[in-house]
């Protein structure tokens, strides 16, 4: 079962800026495209940002521009810079591997949840 850990996390001012980690085991992130979800109370699960196995990094609007995924295969470990953040980002904040459409313009979860990371932005 492969295992998927979130960290970096926490509390930030609007404006602010975190830097989130997602380390799996195994080498699974150098075989997949992999994600980065979120999810608000009240709110379905959301995808906001992914990276496929080519490198090929793309977002959903919400987060473009303010976003920037990125992995290092050697370490197992993709990551999610976020600047300019705005409290409707607030969340918890999951990875996971997945198949993204280029037609839909939308990227799928495959596999099992870690439990991810809180990133609350309040003043």
């Known amino acids: 079962q492969v295992q998927l850990v979130e960290s970096g996390g926490g509390l930030v001012q609007p404006g602010g800026s975190l830097r989130l980690s997602c380390t799996a085991s195994g080498s699974i992130l150098s075989l997949n495209s992999m994600g980065w979800f979120r999810q608000a109370p009240g709110n379905q699960r959301e995808w906001v940002a992914a990276i496929t196995r080519g490198g090929i990094t793309v977002y959903a609007d919400s987060v473009k521009g303010r976003f920037t995924i990125s992995r290092d295969n050697a370490k197992n470990t993709v990551y999610l810079q976020m600047d300019s953040l705005k409290p409707e980002d607030t969340a918890v904040y999951y990875c996971?591997?997945?198949?993204?459409?280029?037609?839909?313009?939308?990227?799928?979860?495959?596999?099992?949840w870690g439990q991810g990371t809180q990133v609350t932005v309040s003043s």
């Open positions: 996971n591997r997945g198949i993204y459409n280029s037609f839909t313009g939308t990227f799928s979860s495959l596999g099992a």
